[in-house]
């Protein structure tokens, strides 16, 4: 049991919000984590363009809509308890699919911005094979990275998709993230768009439907 599965906090107790396949009848899930001042509600309607029969979604809520108060290059106490909370939440959620049947290789996580951030940050913290890993303008948190990440994410494969001129995340984070991810044994793709500024675009939409995708193969 890793240290996130004991932490209570402010978002233990939050709504987890579900959409697509029924759990009980699903062969995949995915885990969305929203970004700061959005909700669950909104990452399930987002999961709606990329959804595929079979695969149920399920969206943790952050208490006041925020995962963490500050920026993800803070230093790390600065944003506790909720960068904990938060990770407890991605995995409560996991647990969740799991007692369902879904194993974790079919569980994928996707998050936009600090939800993007946490689901880096559970994934480096809880490494094993996962479905994958979208983190849609987002990268791992902390003011500086651990000089080591010890474990194997088996080859799970992650997409990283940023703005190169983001106002939040530095593009330099995002070639990080990567870095620490490929030293893992992930299967890492990474895009930066020229000027796109902060959110989502259709490319990268395509990349998390197709690893949606390929949950069912």
Same mark, same amino acid.
């Given at each position: 049991?890793?240290?996130?599965?004991?932490?209570?906090?402010?978002?233990?107790?939050?709504?987890?919000?579900?959409?697509?396949?029924?759990?009980?009848?699903?062969?995949?899930?995915?885990?969305?984590?929203?970004?700061?001042?959005?909700?669950?509600?909104?990452?399930?309607?987002?999961?709606?363009?990329?959804?595929?029969?079979?695969?149920?979604?399920?969206?943790?809520?952050?208490?006041?809509?925020?995962?963490?108060?500050?920026?993800?290059?803070? *230093?790390? &106490? $600065?944003?506790?308890?909720?960068?904990?909370?938060?990770?407890?939440?991605? /995995? !409560?959620?996991?647990? =969740?699919?799991?007692?369902?049947?879904?194993?974790?290789?079919?569980?994928?996580?996707?998050?936009?911005?600090?939800?993007?951030?946490?689901?880096?940050?559970?994934?480096?913290?809880?490494?094993?094979?996962?479905?994958?890993?979208?983190?849609?303008?987002?990268?791992?948190?902390?003011?500086?990275?651990?000089?080591?990440?010890?474990?194997?994410?088996?080859?799970?494969?992650?997409?990283?998709?940023?703005?190169?001129?983001?106002?939040?995340? *530095?593009? &330099? $984070?995002?070639?990080?993230?990567?870095?620490?991810?490929?030293?893992?044994? /992930? !299967?890492?793709?990474? =895009?930066?768009?020229?000027?796109?500024?902060?959110?989502?675009?259709?490319?990268?939409?395509?990349?998390?439907?197709?690893?949606?995708?390929?949950?069912?193969?």
């Amino acid at each position: 049991m890793s240290a996130a599965d004991r932490v209570e906090g402010p978002h233990q107790g939050q709504q987890l919000v579900t959409g697509g396949t029924d759990l009980a009848d699903a062969e995949a899930a995915l885990v969305c984590t929203h970004g700061r001042g959005a909700t669950a509600r909104g990452m399930v309607q987002m999961a709606e363009e990329f959804h595929r029969d079979g695969v149920a979604v399920l969206a943790p809520q952050a208490a006041r809509q925020t995962w963490y108060p500050n920026s993800f290059l803070a *230093p790390v &106490e $600065r944003n506790e308890p909720g960068r904990s909370s938060g990770l407890r939440a991605i /995995a !409560d959620a996991i647990s =969740r699919a799991n007692r369902a049947g879904i194993p974790t290789e079919r569980i994928m996580l996707i998050g936009f911005s600090q939800g993007a951030c946490l689901a880096s940050e559970y994934l480096v913290r809880n490494p094993r094979r996962y479905g994958g890993l979208a983190a849609l303008s987002g990268g791992l948190i902390g003011e500086e990275l651990d000089d080591e990440y010890p474990g194997d994410l088996e080859g799970t494969p992650v997409f990283l998709g940023c703005s190169d001129v983001d106002p939040h995340i *530095p593009e &330099e $984070r995002v070639h990080d993230t990567a870095d620490v991810l490929e030293s893992m044994n /992930a !299967d890492v793709t990474k =895009r930066l768009y020229e000027g796109m500024g902060h959110g989502i675009n259709d490319d990268e939409m395509a990349v998390v439907s197709e690893m949606v995708a390929a949950l069912l193969e």
